[in-house]
């Protein structure tokens, strides 16, 4: 991911979000749909993480305006990454992840993903970012 990622997830991996706070530092932005039974820890384990990393206020503004989080709980699991790569799985199911770089398929995710978006509600995630930036 260079430019931007799409998700809806339930992954709380404390290096994937180190990952991301890199790419975000790089100009990278995202945007995450959460469960609601996910929420509470992905946000601990972001704050962890922009704990550890160490940042400056500077990069924790950068951090803060390239990440939205919503929280929805949808029947899927969904990625897309700069527009040109998608991988979706049902969630509820041992489906197979299903990936694909075709442009008709990216194009459909991505409708998916807006429709979602636009049903879940907003989370404070800059507010919680804030937070770290004055106790600097």
Known sequence: MREYGLYIDRIINYDIYKLMVNLNLQGASEKVISSRDTLKDRLETIRQVLIDMDLSKKELKIVR????I?????PLLLGVLDGKLVYFQYYHTYSPMFRSENKEVVDWC?????????????VDVKGMIDGLIAEI
């Open 65 to 68: 305006d390239k990440i939205e």
């Open 70 to 74: 919503r929280v929805y709980d949808t």
């Open 110 to 122: 991505e409708s998916v993903f807006y429709y979602f978006w636009k049903r879940a509600s907003p």
